[in-house]
């Protein structure tokens, strides 16, 4: 897919936005909190059964969204990896693979990572001046989308509804994880519990301090619990913040 460098402003709302898409926070992490520790080699906190279980939410995902962070610490392809589930999703009408989506607000993205080069579509959200800095480095691979001077994620949802991505699938970093909730954008969340204990201070949490809406008052509803092996699955609704307490 050839590059092009696409202007959206973040400013005010926009006319002819679809709804946004659901969106649905995926994650494993620790006992402690910690979604990796500080070695070389990634930290595998999932199991078997637990990939298996992401790859399946992946193939309901018409989108599946990571930081740019988390593309140069993993270099994650972000595939359907079961050929059933991606005959499935041809069957159905839809792309063998979900748009892989990233964001960046510097441009400092390497062309050489395995997100580019395998899948279908990918999109990139960034500012004017990263769309600037990537220039051409990621023709015939991605389509660059400038947010204006910064990322707002309500006008990155805005323009996923537009292209009818109606469920958007976040699996990270910490970044993304805090910027979503803290513009109280989430609508679901997959927390898998590895039965670990990472306790270094230096090493990326599942989220980093923010103020989140609602603070400590807010309590979200547990939707089910399952146990994959070691490993337990947490399913959480956002509704909307209750306001009668403050």
Do not use: C
């Not at 070389?40 to 990571?66: K, T």
């Not at 990270?172 to 039965?195: K, N, Q, R, S, Y």
């Not at 949490?205 to 146990?227: H, I, K, M, N, S």
């Amino acid at each position: 897919m050839k590059e092009r460098t696409t202007q959206r402003r973040s400013e005010g709302p926009r006319s002819d936005a679809k709804a946004r898409p659901y969106v649905l926070l995926s994650v494993a992490a620790s006992l402690d909190g910690y979604i990796d520790d500080t070695s070389e080699r990634r930290l595998l906190l999932s199991n078997s059964a637990d990939f298996d279980r992401v790859d399946r939410v992946r193939a309901d995902s018409d989108a599946i969204l990571v930081g740019a962070s988390t593309l140069r610490t993993d270099n994650p392809r972000l595939l359907v990896n079961s050929a059933e589930r991606r005959a499935t999703r041809v069957a159905s009408g839809r792309p063998e693979y979900p748009v892989k989506v990233t964001v960046t607000a510097s441009g400092e993205l390497d062309p050489g990572l395995r997100f580019w080069h395998t899948g279908g579509d990918k999109l990139v959200y960034t500012t004017d001046a990263g769309a600037a800095r990537l220039g051409e480095r990621l023709a015939d691979t991605a389509e660059v989308i400038a947010l204006g001077a910064r990322v707002a994620f309500p006008a990155l949802l805005d323009d996923l509804g537009t292209r009818g991505v109606h469920r958007l699938m976040v699996e990270g970093g910490t970044g993304m994880h805090t910027g979503f909730l803290a513009a109280d954008l989430v609508d679901e969340i997959h927390l898998a519990i590895a039965p670990i204990l990472v306790g270094d201070p230096a090493a990326p949490r599942f989220v980093g301090p923010a103020l989140f809406p609602g603070g400590t008052q807010r309590r979200l509803q547990l939707a089910g619990v399952e146990q994959l092996g070691d490993v337990a699955v947490l399913k959480y609704l956002v509704g909307p913040v209750d306001k009668s307490g403050y």
